[in-house]
């Protein structure tokens, strides 16, 4: 960098490298895919360093990166099927792994902003106006997403009741 802030900008990603992995593992459910994720977020992020450390709320601007990087590579993910995808690994057994097993195939068949809303929402415990800021829109477009998001959900999740605590199949 030009102007000598690439110490500044270490210091800034690997103070938040773990927040961004685990935000990223929320959204996709998949360990590499997280990872792959944090990385074209910071590479983003070098490459406007200069202007973007200047930004008032840097984590909430990061963040939207992020998301929106989740939500871009959910829509072109066309290359996946030509390029294959590794093997799954095989999980241990119980039925704690099973229904969290469900409950990510299921989120995973929500669409992107629909499901980047929910686990925004829901998982990483975020209020609706920080959704909204994040997602740069309105509060009413997080609810109603969030309420669409949860719809098909429970539709999605219906199919698979028998695999489910009872809390769930509602």
Same mark, same amino acid.
């Given at each position: 960098?030009?102007?000598?802030? !690439? #110490?500044?900008?270490? *210091?800034? /990603?690997?103070? $938040?490298?773990?927040?961004?992995?685990? @935000? &990223?593992?929320?959204?996709?459910?998949?360990?590499?895919?997280?990872?792959?994720?944090?990385?074209?977020?910071?590479?983003?992020?070098?490459?406007?360093?200069?202007?973007?450390?200047?930004?008032?709320?840097?984590?909430?601007?990061?963040?939207?990166?992020?998301?929106?990087?989740?939500?871009?590579?959910?829509?072109?993910?066309?290359?996946?099927?030509?390029?294959?995808?590794?093997?799954?690994? !095989? #999980?241990?057994?119980? *039925?704690? /792994?099973?229904? $969290?097993?469900?409950?990510?195939?299921? @989120? &995973?068949?929500?669409?992107?902003?629909?499901?980047?809303?929910?686990?925004?929402?829901?998982?990483?415990?975020?209020?609706?106006?920080?959704?909204?800021?994040?997602?740069?829109?309105?509060?009413?477009?997080?609810?109603?997403?969030?309420?669409?998001?949860?719809?098909?959900?429970?539709?999605?999740?219906?199919?698979?009741?028998?695999?489910?605590?009872?809390?769930?199949?509602?």
């Amino acid at each position: 960098m030009a102007d000598g802030s !690439e #110490a500044e900008y270490v *210091a800034y /990603v690997n103070g $938040r490298a773990l927040a961004l992995r685990r @935000l &990223a593992y929320m959204l996709c459910g998949d360990t590499h895919q997280a990872d792959d994720l944090v990385q074209e977020t910071i590479t983003k992020l070098y490459v406007r360093w200069s202007r973007i450390r200047k930004a008032d709320n840097l984590d909430g601007y990061v963040h939207t990166m992020l998301v929106r990087t989740f939500i871009d590579d959910r829509r072109r993910g066309w290359w996946k099927v030509l390029l294959g995808s590794p093997p799954e690994r !095989e #999980a241990p057994a119980g *039925a704690e /792994v099973e229904t $969290r097993h469900v409950l990510r195939a299921a @989120l &995973a068949q929500v669409p992107a902003r629909q499901q980047a809303v929910l686990v925004l929402r829901y998982l990483d415990d975020r209020s609706v106006a920080e959704v909204a800021e994040l997602l740069e829109c309105t509060e009413g477009t997080v609810k109603s997403q969030a309420a669409h998001g949860l719809t098909a959900l429970r539709r999605i999740l219906a199919r698979h009741e028998d695999m489910l605590p009872l809390r769930w199949a509602r």
